[in-house]
């Protein structure tokens, strides 16, 4: 009886993805058939003239998900080693909680939060700055006048995504044997020589998983992305032009669609989302299996 219950536990989850998967590919069909694999690299989006296409989305969603992937990592593996390794055990009890708070605020608080302070400080300060010192690049153009962009959804993103890759990496870190670090001090190792030389090498395909579960979450991420990105249509080469994404488009306009036609693009849309979600999942479980292998021959 116990073994029944538990593989129908076990089976539920597989049967929710299946039912999920078969729902959106069964309502993208009529776009599927309408536009095919043109979609994915179309930019236009009218549904007025049942003009749809996903590139815009595409664009705005790997760029800012590669924003938010460039700072938080980083940002995410200096504070897991000195959580770790470097802080005292007081210390290390007030920020380690406080870092991981940050995955518990709600996205649209974050998104409120972003249109009314963070926006209007990057649009006055940080994209004026940027412009003035590397203007020369055109992915820093001139300042907008309202903040909402793609390198501000960025930025959003990179709050949400630190908290999971400062957490997971910290978790990695602490898995090393004390007798390694110990090791490679004894034999006169400084501390920062121990931490190249022997936590990073030992821990380095974990903390990739973690970086790529992080990717997964800003790839997915819509509210708050949807209120600090501007909702722009076209595909512009400066950081601090509007923008959208895949998941943004979905949660804007899924409630007011204009004709079956503008439903079944927002499903393929959907199907687009879904196919890179499971693609960066089985690529972190790829990663971490290669570290729990990689851990075992070590001992």
């Known amino acids: 009886m116990l073994l029944a219950l538990t593989a129908v536990a076990a089976l539920i989850p597989v049967l929710v993805l299946v039912e999920i998967g078969y729902q959106v590919i069964n309502g993208a069909r009529p776009a599927i058939s309408r536009f095919g694999l043109g979609f994915l690299w179309h930019s236009g989006w009218q549904p007025n003239f049942s003009i749809f296409g996903a590139g815009n989305m595409l664009y705005g969603t790997i760029v800012s998900s590669l924003i938010a992937l460039a700072l938080a990592m980083p940002l995410g593996i200096a504070i897991a080693l000195y959580l770790s390794m470097i802080a005292p055990r007081g210390i290390r009890a007030i920020v ?32 004026p700055w940027l412009h003035s010192v590397l203007g020369f690049i055109p992915i820093f153009g001139a300042a907008e006048t309202t903040g909402l962009s793609l390198f501000t959804a960025g930025l959003v993103l990179t709050i949400m995504v630190l908290p999971i890759i400062a957490s997971l990496s910290r978790d990695m870190f602490l898995t090393v044997p004390a007798e390694l670090r110990d090791g490679a001090e004894a034999l006169g190792a400084t501390r920062w020589e121990m931490i190249r030389g022997v936590v990073l090498p030992t821990t380095i395909s974990g903390v990739a998983a973690a970086t790529v579960l992080g990717l997964g979450r800003a790839l997915g991420e819509a509210i708050a992305v949807a209120q600090v990105i501007g909702d722009g249509n076209l595909i512009h080469s400066s950081l601090f032009e509007t923008g959208s994404t895949l998941a943004s488009r979905i949660a804007l306009e899924i409630q007011y669609t204009v004709s079956p036609l503008h439903t079944a693009s927002l499903f393929y849309l959907a199907l687009i989302l879904l196919a890179i979600s499971l693609l960066t999942n089985l690529a972190a479980q790829g990663i971490a299996r290669r570290f729990d292998v990689g851990q075992a021959l070590a001992q």
């Open 96 to 127: 380690g909680p406080m870092v991981e708070m940050l995955a518990a605020i709600p996205s649209v608080i974050l998104g409120f939060w972003g249109i009314i302070v963070f926006a209007p400080f990057v649009q006055q300060h940080l994209e």
